[in-house]
């Protein structure tokens, strides 16, 4: 067997859950949060269909590409050399710390440097957007919503309607996900898959997004955690929505590939500060600037060791 073959199949396999073991709890993670009590695979049927319905649309739609466009200046290596199975893997092993890296600049980079500067500045973009939508949407619906359902527990019956519009909420936000953030898997396979290709890859993933859901996010649910009333269904839903319509943006702005690992700590920290300074906590001011600082500091760490990752490898295999 061609040894390019197993470092295809096998790095496809290692960023599969690489990337959904990181980057899923962005979109998940209040999802998975405000519906603890439900089954797993509950959860996980309703987000494996919208998967499935998302890759196969793109596969249909851009004659075999699932990425959607967004590998069209990542050719594939020739060869495929043993050191592309490296960044998935060291995306594994801090995924497991809790890092929230971004798996773009991980893994695109690795493929294509000339594109780094692009993704920087649009992943920037993507967060500056995003903190000040968050920070000018949650000013306005802090009193007139989120202090509501901090002081007033949810009914059955509110219950029922929020969760039907929680769950459209993340099935249209998960979907935008998806479409950006394919490309950071499907890099390892050819550009135009054959419909075995497609339903092998289509059961991996299923395989480790059952896996991650089983297991109710893993490390990085944490973040998302620790923020305010996230695990009220409501103000789930709330973020969800918000989040999913700043993807659905920068999806038609280009095709160039982004980190949406930024634009969800940008969302969450501008909704941690307007929540913050509406509500008037401010016993909890220093410690929530500590924390959000902390977010900020981790995807900058992962910004860094990917850019070196890249570079150094590619220097040890010109030796």
């Not at 519906?35 to 649309?57: C, D, M, P």
């Not at 135009?192 to 109710?216: C, N, Y």
């Amino acid at each position: 067997m061609d040894f390019s073959l197993v470092v295809i199949y096998l790095g496809f396999t290692l960023a599969a859950y690489s990337v959904v073991g990181n980057d899923t709890i962005q979109t998940l993670g209040t999802f998975l949060s405000s519906n603890e009590r439900k089954k797993w695979w509950v959860l996980w049927l309703f987000a494996g269909g919208i998967l499935s319905v998302t890759l196969i649309y793109g596969y249909i739609t851009h004659a075999g590409d699932v990425s959607y466009g967004r590998l069209e200046k990542y050719p594939m290596p020739d060869p495929f050399a043993w050191y592309y199975i490296l960044p998935p893997i060291i995306l594994m092993l801090l995924t497991r710390t809790g890092i929230p890296v971004s798996t773009s600049f991980m893994v695109l980079t690795f493929f294509n440097q000339k594109n780094l500067n692009d993704m920087i500045i649009k992943s920037i973009s993507g967060y500056a957007v995003a903190f000040i939508a968050a920070i000018i949407l949650y000013a306005i619906v802090a009193n007139l919503l989120e202090k509501k359902f901090i002081e007033n527990p949810i009914t059955p019956k509110q219950r029922k309607i929020w969760t039907t519009l929680q769950w459209c909420s993340t099935g249209f936000l998960w979907s935008q996900w998806l479409i950006q953030d394919f490309a950071n898997i499907y890099v390892y396979l050819p550009r135009e898959l054959k419909v075995w290709q497609l339903l092998f890859s289509l059961v991996i993933i299923l395989g480790m997004l059952a896996f991650i859901i089983a297991k109710k996010g893993g490390e990085i649910q944490k973040i998302v955690k620790s923020k305010t009333n996230t695990v009220d269904i409501r103000s789930a839903t709330l973020i969800d929505l918000s989040y999913g319509i700043i993807l659905f943006y920068f999806k038609e702005l280009n095709n160039v590939p982004m980190s949406t690992t930024w634009v969800f700590i940008g969302i969450l920290a501008g909704r941690e500060i307007a929540l913050n300074f509406m509500l008037r906590k401010k016993e909890n001011r220093k410690n929530m600037f500590k924390n959000l600082g902390m977010d900020l500091l981790k995807v900058f760490i992962g910004l860094i060791v990917s850019i070196v990752l890249v570079y150094v490898v590619k220097y040890l295999a010109t030796l």
